[in-house]
């Protein structure tokens, strides 16, 4: 269902409509938790002041937003693209943890290599392990029709405890009593952009990826025939795409980007893999393509807010005692509130058709 | 109004006065009339496309009448839905079983009205009891305890029915009943219908099979083009005088054509498929269409038709025989590269198969050519080429729009055909299989689409033809196939069509 209203995109109502919908589910998700901080015993206002303050405050903090939403531009784009051709892949933060983990290994296996060959080769690797775990799951639907929502949400399960396992034991960093591989070399770090900020290059990475999405979707082929099979599958069939095929290679390109999330994580800000790995970045990167409506600006935008929220979250709590958690539930909010536009859009047109 | 100056008679159990139903252009139903007696079996009778589900779906409740009323005891009454005409005794057993996979028989039975003890626990003993007194009734004997999955279909059909007298329904609609079942099958359910008849139940049996009808019913409707051509009791109704009602006159008669066809475009030979249920839909099927030449399929709906233009598009899997087009064997390729051989297809189903409704109409005009050299090179599209390529085809075809990239799902029907037959007719294809291409089209699209097909035969197209519209089959087709259980009984050529002869072979009969 959202794969249909999120590929399709609508000509009959004015353009400024079109880019003024997403804000709908962000203010009734801004109005619902002010009520909930007015219950609490916060002003609503003096809150969301101080956040806008702590996100976009200076450029100080405008970097820690952009590295905060980093990931989230990935783990949407990884959600989109799978979207795309009608799969709803929530596997993706499964990818983050082995991706990473790959990358991470790299990182401290090969030390001696040189950053232009030791970086790139991390980052192959993070992206080839991510590929291959949503092999499985593409297969199973493109073959046999088996719902990947299941399946996606399974490996996720397996993937945070296999790589806990992994680093508990083989790859346990030596005379660590945590469960984390050892630090990578130097040669592996991607560049900061903003020292001290924890901005990378992995930034620019997402942003190179944006723009080629963006290309991608409107002027290839393959961008074209992915939107059609992601609209009507029967009509993709019948013009003679190979949908079963498609289906497959865009959920190997959605674990790819997934694994190269968790990768530029591991070698951008945490140095190694570390159980607990990432704190929801896939989840999070589905409200982010649910929100950006499967297009690469609303992505961008998306992974911003959710980078924001994130960032001034966690320093909102040393200034003031609003609990971390009001993060936590704007978050859900905007998804749930996101997610029932979509299905409102989809079936007032279902009725008009 | 009528009702009240017309007294009710409670012999009619159900009717229908003036019911008028109309979808966008086309009129579905045209001021129905009928009456079923009480105790009576009244059959329904009409060719695909004559109105039958839609007055079924109105006399359930599930649709409602434009104008019109349906009369309950001779008296005029209108239902919120199922529901309701259940609560009145009104209950239907669709074409496609309605029981619940995964339930035994017993519990489909009772489903949505179980017996139930003090604490809400099914009373098991109540329901085989009445189970037991249904079978009785019915003159049958169930292994109740059967899941569905594993009962076979006329076993499945009788609970189906048995399920509408346990819950009430003295009035019985059959749509298509004997679709599913053998012969032997077939006299079983009319004993059983004759069996219910008797104790007073009023059935409704909609077919188009005109051996089954003359041996249960009592009174014969019969239904073309939304409106009743005529009502007459058993006694005075003949197979070739129902034949010639459900099939009508054509208007005007194609001349004969000088024989022109060309080279052979399609060839298959010894082909064998299955329907989607996995029945045998076609065996040794052979047929040919030349360049230069539309042949038409003529069957009865569900008589392999579907299976042979799914095989020559491969949207089907073969089981056997052999598919050339233009002399190369395409049976084991994919659609794709039968496009890319030369194939064009325009589908039954424009809405969910002939179309993306959501997509722009300059996408739709050119999905499955977007990898053409003019429109694209090297994987990337060429924008402005497509632009120019859409604007000129959606011009020549008349396709009336407000821009090219409007959504498809704004046109109207006839305008969205006008779509697909223009991108199916691009880049010259060597041979069409075109699948009811009129299909919810009005009078002028249906006119504007014959003459694209024709001018695409003049130069030199093939065109395999499958039509619900027997008039249609007649104006357009050079050769006129008929199909019946998957097997070609007979052949027509233009100019010699004579429409009671293609309405015997439709029926089975073969040719003389």
């Known amino acids: 269902m959202s794969a249909q209203v999120l590929g399709s995109t609508s000509f009959e109502r004015p353009r400024w409509l079109r880019i003024l919908e997403p804000l709908g589910p962000l203010a009734a998700a801004f109005a619902l938790a002010a009520l909930v901080l007015f219950a609490a015993g916060h002003n609503p206002i003096d809150v969301y002041t101080l956040l806008a303050v702590e996100a976009f405050g200076s450029s100080r903090r405008i970097a820690a937003t952009l590295s905060a939403a980093t990931p989230l531009i990935l783990t949407g784009l990884a959600t989109a693209v799978a979207f795309r051709a009608g799969a709803f892949n929530v596997g993706v933060e499964g990818c983050i943890f082995v991706g990473g983990l790959a990358a991470a290994t790299v990182g ?69 009593a945590n469960s984390a591989t050892p630090m990578i070399a130097d040669a592996a770090r991607l560049p900061k952009l903003m020292p001290p900020s924890t901005l990378n290059a992995g930034f620019l990475i997402a942003i190179a990826l944006l723009g080629l999405y963006a290309l991608w979707g409107n002027r290839t082929a393959l961008g074209f025939e992915t939107r059609l099979a992601g609209m009507n599958a029967r009509f993709a069939a019948a013009s003679g795409i190979n949908v079963p095929m498609l289906v497959i290679k865009m959920m190997l390109l959605s674990g790819a980007i997934g694994g190269l999330a968790g990768g530029i994580h591991a070698l951008g800000n945490v140095g190694r893999f570390v159980a607990g790995f990432s704190p929801g970045y896939g989840f999070t990167g589905i409200a982010v393509a649910l929100l950006g409506r499967g297009s690469a600006l609303g992505i961008f935008l998306a992974a911003l807010l959710f980078g924001a929220l994130a960032n001034a979250g966690a320093t909102i709590q040393f200034f003031s005692d609003v609990p971390i958690e009001i993060v936590d539930i704007l978050q859900g909010t905007v998804m749930v509130f996101a997610v029932a536009q979509l299905g409102w859009i989809f079936v007032r047109r279902r009725a008009s058709a | 109004m009528q009702a009240a100056e017309e007294k009710p008679d409670p012999s009619i159990r159900l009717g229908a006065r003036g019911v008028t139903r109309r979808f966008g252009p086309v009129l579905a139903n045209d001021a129905i009339d009928f009456r079923a007696r009480r105790g009576t079996v009244h059959a329904i009778v009409g060719g695909n496309g004559a109105g039958k589900s839609t ?64 604490f809400g626990r099914i009373d098991r003993a109540a329901a085989l009891a009445k189970a037991r007194e249904l079978e009785a009734l019915a003159g049958v004997s169930l292994d109740w305890d059967t899941p569905v999955e594993d009962a076979p279909v006329h076993v499945r059909q009788i609970v189906e029915i048995l399920r509408l007298l346990y819950r009430g329904a003295d009035v019985l609609i059959l749509d298509e009943p004997t679709a599913v079942l053998a012969p032997a099958q077939v006299r079983e359910l009319i004993a059983l219908l004759r069996k219910l008849r008797d104790e007073g139940r009023t059935i409704l049996f909609i077919s188009h099979k005109l051996d089954e009808v003359l041996a249960v019913a009592d009174e014969i409707t019969v239904i073309r083009n939304g409106r009743v051509v005529d009502s007459l009791p058993r006694s005075s109704a003949s197979r070739e005088g129902l034949a010639e009602m459900m099939i009508g006159e054509v208007l005007a008669r194609p001349e004969p054509r000088a024989a022109t066809a060309g080279t052979p475009v399609l060839e298959v030979a010894g082909l064998s498929a299955r329907d989607l249920r996995g029945h045998a839909a076609l065996s040794g099927f052979d047929l040919t269409v030349r360049a230069g030449e539309i042949v038409g399929i003529a069957g009865v709906a569900g008589n392999g038709q579907d299976e042979i233009a799914a095989s020559v598009t491969g949207l089907c899997r073969i089981d056997a025989g052999t598919i050339r087009l233009a002399g190369a064997d395409i049976a084991g390729q994919t659609l794709a590269q039968r496009r890319s051989a030369g194939l064009a297809y325009l589908s039954p189903d424009r809405a969910a198969e002939g179309l993306c409704l959501a997509a722009p109409i300059a996408e739709n005009a050119i999905a499955g050519h977007h990898r053409r050299p003019d429109l694209c090179s090297r994987g990337v599209l060429r924008r402005k080429a497509i632009a120019r390529h859409v604007g000129d085809l959606l011009d020549r075809y008349s396709v009336k729009r407000a821009s090219d990239r409007q959504p498809a799902g704004s046109l109207s029907g006839g305008n969205q055909q006008r779509v697909v037959v223009a991108r199916e007719l691009d880049g010259d294809p060597k041979l069409l299989v075109a699948c009811q291409p009129t299909r919810g089209v009005d009078i002028r699209g249906i006119d504007f689409i014959h003459r694209c097909l024709l001018e695409y035969r003049d130069k030199g197209g093939a065109v395999l033809l499958v039509s619900e519209e027997l008039e249609e089959l007649v104006a357009l087709s050079d050769r006129i196939v008929v199909v019946y259980g998957g097997r070609i009984t007979g052949e027509v050529m233009r100019g010699s069509a004579g429409l009671e002869e293609i309405g015997r072979l439709m029926l089975g009969g073969r040719q003389g």
């Open chain 1, 108 to 176: 401290f296996t090969f030390v001696g290599l040189p950053a232009a060959l030791l970086l790139p080769l991390a980052l192959v690797a993070a992206v080839l392990v991510g590929s291959l775990w949503m092999l499985v799951p593409g297969l199973l639907k493109a073959r046999l029709d088996v719902d990947e929502v299941v399946t996606t949400l399974m490996l996720n399960f397996i993937a945070i405890s296999l790589t806990a396992w992994l680093v508990n034991g083989p790859l346990l960093a030596p005379g660590s």
């Open chain 2, 55 to 118: 007055l079924m779906r109105i006399l359930q409740g599930v649709d409602r009448p434009d104008s019109g009323v349906i009369l309950l005891d001779g008296a005029p009454a209108s239902f919120a839905g199922p529901a309701e005409a259940f609560a009145r005794g009104v209950g239907m057993v669709h074409q496609e079983f309605m029981l619940a996979p995964g339930l035994t028989l017993i519990e489909n039975l009772i489903l949505a009205s179980e017996p139930a003890d003090g």
